[in-house]
């Protein structure tokens, strides 16, 4: 059985930092490409950032570029994304997807339908 467990959210104010971690256990972690998306209250999921399964390739969404980074550790069957300069429009639930060797660049692996398996989501909130 495939599990996709994200943790890490919590409230903080303008500015401040969070690392989200998602677990992926049930499939061979290291062949999978995997995404963070976002999904705030009564708007559709959006892409955040994504790496791929080899070569080390990764992008950002235009608005995260430059606060937000991703990475994973195939070790530890772990993604990460580092938050940093929060901002109160970056309040959502973070979603971790899951796909099999699937290609990363500014056109592809940045939909949700792209993505097999996901999370439950943690809650990011910012405020003052």
């Known amino acids: 059985e495939v599990q996709v467990v994200e943790s890490g959210g919590g409230s903080v104010q303008p500015g401040g930092s969070l690392r989200l971690s998602c677990v992926v256990s049930?499939?061979?972690?290291?062949?999978?490409?995997l995404a963070w998306f976002r999904q705030g209250p009564g708007t559709e999921r959006e892409f955040v950032a994504a790496i791929s399964w080899i070569g080390g390739h990764y992008y950002h969404a235009d608005s995260v570029q430059g606060r937000f980074t991703i990475s994973r550790d195939n070790s530890k069957n772990t993604l990460y994304l580092q938050m940093n300069s929060l901002k109160p429009e970056d309040t959502a639930v973070y979603l971790c997807a899951a796909q099999y060797e699937k290609k990363i660049t500014f056109y592809s692996g940045i939909t949700p339908r792209e993505y097999e398996y996901w999370g439950q989501g943690t809650q990011v909130t910012v405020s003052p």
């Open positions: 049930g499939l061979p972690f290291s062949s999978y490409s």
